[in-house]
Nanobody, 115 residues
């Protein structure tokens, strides 16, 4: 059974940084493409970033490109999202998932960006 647990969220001011982590278990993490999605006040799940299983191919949504960096450690079964230059519009619950629809996502971690 896929089990994902996100952590690292918090409250920061605009321009600040946060590093999210996602601990994965119950499946062969090293063979899985992994995704970060987020859900803001409109309750719509939005794709943020994807990393291919080998860790080299990475893709980003336009609003976060150049500010967020996705990475993974296949030896530790952990997915990361480094977020810099945060903006108020980045405020959301962030989830790791196994596809862009948010399948198998964990409980999420809240990121709040406010002055």
């Amino acid at each position: 059974e896929v089990h994902l647990v996100e952590s690292g969220g918090g409250s920061v001011q605009p321009g600040g940084s946060l590093n999210l982590s996602c601990a994965a278990s119950g499946f062969t993490f090293s063979s899985a493409d992994m995704v970060w999605v987020r859900q803001d006040a409109d309750k719509i799940l939005k794709w943020v970033s994807t990393i291919k299983s080998e860790g080299r191919s990475k893709f980003y949504a336009a609003p976060v490109k150049g500010r967020f960096t996705i990475s993974r450690d296949n030896t530790k079964n952990i997915l990361y999202l480094q977020m810099t230059d945060l903006k108020t519009e980045d405020t959301a619950v962030y989830y790791c998932a196994t596809d862009v629809l948010g399948s198998n996502r964990g409980p999420g971690t809240q990121v709040t960006v406010s002055p």
